[in-house]
């Protein structure tokens, strides 16, 4: 168990609303991901982060911004929701001892109407 | 650029029958490799890994061999159980993460 729990678990909302999901972890892992994850997709990347203030984008990154003040917190905003960014967001941390080796939190259902 | 191609689902077995999902992978370096499950629900839990040529990874009765003649690293179980019913994904680590599509497997009793 990584530590990580993601808020909240399921959201809807409407198209035009900003939107924030949460990632939190409790064991001071530097890098920190996003993911959505889409039928016939697998997991596309939409931002990471490398560090405190330190972020960059990933493949799917339009329309999405991300920020991470402190360590433990990895926010996910959605400025003004789209339907086709309803879809199931991931965050991940990666483990520096282990080479690579990335873990998951338990997702967010977003439903965008 | 990286990439990593797995085989295309469903797939259905039945109980105590031998599971094979291809998975092949091109990569300009030396990536690590990884087959994560997911459970209906859940987020994905890595299964197992193998982090250089000719490794073995090995979980729950599960096994992937890191073979960089051919770049497989095909996930095997001799007997599948229904509580093995998920979707696997197949990922590399090469600086970024790059995942396969996943592949649904049933087993049904």
């Known amino acids: 168990d990584a530590g990580i729990t993601q808020s909240p678990r399921h959201k809807v909302t409407e198209t035009g609303t900003p939107v924030t999901l949460r990632c939190h972890q409790t064991?001071?892992?530097?890098?920190m991901y996003w993911y959505r994850q889409d039928p016939g997709h697998g997991l596309r990347l939409i931002h990471y982060?490398?560090?405190?203030?330190?972020?960059d984008k990933g493949e799917v990154s339009d329309g999405y911004s991300v920020s991470r003040s402190k360590t433990e917190d990895f926010l996910l905003t959605l400025e003004s929701a789209t339907s086709s960014q309803t879809s199931v967001y991931f965050c991940?941390?990666?483990?520096?001892?282990?080479?690579?080796?990335?873990?998951f939190g338990p997702g967010t259902r977003l439903l965008v109407l | 650029g990286d990439s990593v191609t797995q085989m295309e689902g469903p797939v259905t077995l039945s109980e105590e029958a031998f599971l094979t999902i291809n998975c092949t992978y091109t990569?300009?370096?030396?990536?690590?490799l990884f087959w994560y499950v997911q459970y209906p629900g859940e987020g994905l839990q890595l299964l197992l890994k193998?982090?250089?040529?000719?490794d073995k990874g090995s979980n729950k009765g599960f096994e992937a061999t890191y073979r960089k003649e051919t770049t497989s690293f095909h996930l095997e179980k001799g007997s599948v159980q229904v509580s093995d019913s998920a979707v696997y994904f197949c990922?590399?680590?090469?600086?970024?993460?790059?995942f396969g599509t996943g592949t649904s497997l049933t087993v049904i009793p």
């Open positions: 193998a982090t250089k040529a000719d």
């Open positions: 990922a590399l680590a090469s600086g970024q993460f790059y």
């Open positions: 982060s490398y560090g405190v203030k330190d972020t």
């Open positions: 990569a300009t370096g030396y990536p690590s």
């Open positions: 991940a941390i990666r483990d520096g001892t282990s080479r690579e080796t990335q873990y």
């Open positions: 064991e001071n892992h530097r890098y």
